[in-house]
Nanobody
Framework: QVQLVESGGGLVQAGGSLRLSCAAS????????MAWYRQAPGKQRELVAT???????NYADSAKGRFTISRDNAKNTVYLQMDSLKPEDTAVYYC?????????WGQGTQVTVSS
């Protein structure tokens, strides 16, 4: 049973930083593109950033210049470094990934940015 488990969320003041981690566990044969999404209260889930197996990255406009997605293939882990956080970044952040050619979601981790 494959699982994606996020960690690293919390409460931070505006201008601060957080680093989210997402570890894939279980019987894993392949991991493809990984992504971070977020969902704020009353809003739809939105894509934040993606990273391919080869390390190619893509960011939502709201994340460009402040967030950095990376991955450690040896550890089956993807990260999201979030700097210069703003109150509007408050949301539940979800990890998503293609594992063994199937799509999986993590349970989400809360990020709250106070003004």
């Amino acid at each position: 049973q494959v699982q994606l488990v996020e960690s690293g969320g919390g409460l931070v003041q505006a201008g601060g930083s957080l680093r989210l981690s997402c570890a894939a566990s279980g019987s894993i044969f392949s991991i493809g593109t990984m992504a971070w999404y977020r969902q704020a209260p009353g809003k739809q889930r939105e894509l934040v950033a993606t990273i391919t197996t080869g390390g190619r990255t893509n960011y939502a406009d709201s994340a460009k210049g402040r967030f950095t997605i990376s991955r450690d293939n040896a550890k089956n882990t993807v990260y999201l470094q979030m700097d210069s956080l703003k109150p509007e970044d408050t949301a539940v952040y979800y990890c998503n990934g293609q594992v063994n050619l199937n799509n999986y979601w993590g349970q989400g981790t809360q990020v709250t940015v106070s003004s």
